[in-house]
């Protein structure tokens, strides 16, 4: 088998696919929000969540984690939340203003560990900590809390959790000596020596 055939059967799987959706969808999710389309922009975006969800499950279901999965999720997660960052300039300026010290915030631990990452290891790390986990998910609940109902407090919390789940893969950049893919946690690091 040709490396092209082999490159293409592993980015043709179940959870690779689901991945793969949020790159899909980037491109209407900023259509959406550049004309005002703020109901279609929700809707689709807690779809791109859910795909998010689903992609991890699967993989890990199907026994089909690799470090290409890993990869891609990083890079759709990176993806939707730039795009999350342009969209609500354009949709909801006036909470964006109100509430732009916890946005800048909230952005900020996910870009953080990124660069760090990037200047340790020359690429993106993919470590899907536990505490990455439950951030993503109170920050995406939150973000349509605040944005739909226009209630902050929320968001003010998930994004503590955020820069908490930051500040642990920080810290885990900095620990390991070579890139790793999908550790639980620190502690996990830490002690698998």
Not at 43 to 60: E, N
Not at 63 to 72: K, P, R, V
Not at 79 to 104: F, K
Not at 142 to 160: E, G, R
Request: with cysteine; charged share 10%.
């Amino acid at each position: 088998m040709n490396i092209q055939n082999k490159t293409l059967k592993a980015l043709l799987t179940v959870p690779n696919l689901l991945t793969c959706f949020r790159f899909v969808a980037a491109p209407p999710l900023l259509w959406f929000a550049w004309f005002g389309y703020g109901n279609a922009f929700l809707w689709l975006l807690a779809f791109t969540f859910l795909t998010d969800i689903l992609d991890g499950f699967a993989a890990r279901l199907l026994n089909q984690e690799s470090e290409l999965g890993a990869l891609l999720d990083s890079s759709g997660d990176l993806v939707i939340y730039a795009i999350m960052a342009i969209s609500i300039w354009w949709l909801w300026p006036d909470i964006v203003h109100r509430e732009s010290t916890v946005i800048i915030l909230a952005i900020t631990s996910f870009v953080a560990p990124v660069i760090v990452g990037v200047i340790k290891f020359h690429s993106f790390t993919s470590y899907h900590t536990w505490l990455v986990k439950i951030a993503v998910v109170t920050i995406g609940l939150a973000f349509f809390i605040l944005f739909i109902y226009d209630i902050a407090w929320p968001f003010q919390v998930a994004t503590i959790i955020c820069l908490l789940a930051a500040t642990e893969e920080i810290a885990i950049t900095l620990y390991l000596s070579k890139k790793q893919s999908n550790v639980r946690s620190l502690w996990h690091v830490i002690h698998q020596k």
